[in-house]
Structures are given as C-alpha cells and as structure tokens.
C-alpha cells in the first residue's frame, strides 16, 4: 500500500513541477496530473509483461543439455559448495 501512495506522490509531484508546465504547456494540472498517472500505470503493465516474458523463456529452455553439460554443471556446483558460498 506504501507503494502505491509513494508512486501518487511522485506522479503528483512531477505534474506540479516546472518542467511539466514547459513540457505541456496550456495544460491544466490536472490534465497533466492524469496524462502522467496513466503513463505510470503504462510503464508498470510493461514492467510486468517483461517479468512475465522473462519468466516464461527462463522457464522454457530453448536448448538441451549434452551429458557433458550436465557432468561440467555438477563440478562447478560442487567447487561453489567446497568454497562455502552457499
């Protein structure tokens, strides 16, 4: 829920700035203020496609490991436990 009121906050600092006034000028601020809500709101359902997208390839390996893939992947895991990493 902080989130949220943060990223309000944000959005309704930067329609009442300056910058937004030269940005959009003869803008109201309140027009601003919504033009820039729904360009968050843009922003975050991109973000979350991209996760999504990332999830599904990561998931979805495009390739096959050979044995000595595989047998290669083992030792170094192996090497990162003897090191004490994990």
């Known amino acids: 829920m ?3 009121i943060a990223v309000m906050v944000n959005c309704a ?3 009442m ?3 937004a006034d030269r940005l959009f000028p003869g803008w109201g601020t309140a027009e601003r203020m ?3 809500i729904t360009l968050e709101v843009f922003c975050s359902y991109c973000n979350a496609l991209v996760c999504v997208c990332v999830c599904v390839i990561l998931s979805h390996p495009i390739f096959t ?3 000595f893939d595989v047998e290669y992947l083992n030792l170094v895991q192996q090497a990162i436990v003897r090191r004490g990493v994990f």
């Open 13 to 15: 600092l930067i329609g």
């Open 17 to 19: 700035s300056d910058l």
């Open 34 to 36: 919504v033009f820039i």
């Open 65 to 67: 490991l050979t044995p």
């Open 2 to 4: 902080m989130s949220v």
